[in-house]
């Protein structure tokens, strides 16, 4: 009896599964954001089938040109022209902002609604609507300490002081920089006040990174370092942009993960399009790491 369940078994194992992965039809991707004091600024592309090869030639390929997109805040109306920037990588990044060069233009403000309208090429249009929020919830000041039990002595954990205001419903997402280094998010970087609610507290944050780049020091993730001079920006935001970040997020780090639960990402693109439209009111504080 043993021996036939273990034929049973083994043979049971042999079975060939084959599965048929439907290609997906590309869809457009929005990354929209407007922040106070500064112009809004889109980037458009298409998404990429779950199982293509992906190169820097086939991404600049995603972009998405000639686009007629708007910006109001009920009263202006802004046109947005496409621009094209270079990285440090040398990878070419096409994006639609004002232009700096013409009188009128919106800039972000607090307690504002902007509304986007995107018509692309082939005419098909998308729409969305984003919030700057108060400067409600505040980053009171920034300080470091020596990274503990580590045996890089260079490395710091950065910790701020936060005061929230009562009433439920103050979200925010915060940004890092390094030196003259561009802003980058850590793995969490959304968060509401269900435990914070008009508190004032003290929290160790960490350092954003760049989830683009695949490193063998993962280790180093996370810290500042001596020498550092570090920038933290602290973003108020409306509740469909942190149910995006929040589920992006989730998503981002469920990925390879065979025991992950499921997640819908909570964009606010009409039209089936993908992305966000996110409002930032954002504030900045700096301090310097002594060497």
């Known amino acids: 009896m043993v021996c036939l369940c273990a034929a ?61 997109i708007t910006v109001s805040d009920g009263s202006t109306t802004t046109q947005l022209e496409e621009f094209s920037e270079t990285d440090s990588a040398g990878f070419k ?26 018509t692309t090429e082939g005419g098909d249009t998308y729409s969305a609507t984003t919030t700057i929020p108060a400067l409600a919830k505040t980053l009171d000041s920034l300080w470091w300490k020596p990274a503990p039990d580590n045996p890089d002595t260079t490395r710091c954990v950065m910790f701020g002081l936060f005061t929230d ?63 550092d001079t570090v920038t933290v920006k ?3 935001i409306d509740k469909a942009t942190y149910d995006f970040w929040r589920t992006w997020e989730f998503a981002y780090q469920s990925t390879n993960n065979p025991f992950s639960s499921p997640v819908v990402v909570q964009g606010n693109i009409s039209n089936g399009a993908l992305g966000a439209f996110s409002g930032y009111a954002a504030e900045y504080k700096t301090i310097i790491i002594p060497n």
């Open 93 to 118: 990044i096409y994006l639609y902002t004002s232009n700096p060069g013409l009188p009128g233009n919106i800039k972000g403000a607090f307690n504002t609604k902007y509304h986007l309208d995107i």
């Open 234 to 236: 602290f973003c108020n």
């Open 8 to 68: 049973i078994t083994a043979t049971g194992c042999e079975k060939n599964i084959n599965l048929n992965l439907n290609k997906q039809a590309p869809v457009l991707v929005v990354d929209a954001q407007i922040e106070n004091g500064k112009a809004p600024v889109v980037v458009l592309s298409t998404s990429l089938d779950y199982f293509s090869s992906i190169s820097p030639q086939q991404l600049e390929q995603t972009f998405v040109h000639n686009a007629k």
């Open 165 to 227: 205001p009562k009433g439920y419903g103050n979200y925010i997402r915060y940004f890092t920089r390094v030196n003259s280094g561009p802003f980058l998010t850590a793995a969490n970087s959304a968060f509401d006040d269900e435990f914070t609610d008009g508190s004032t507290y003290s929290l160790q944050f960490d350092m954003g990174h760049d989830k683009g780049i695949i490193t063998d020091n993962n280790d180093d993730i996370g810290f500042a370092h001596r020498g």
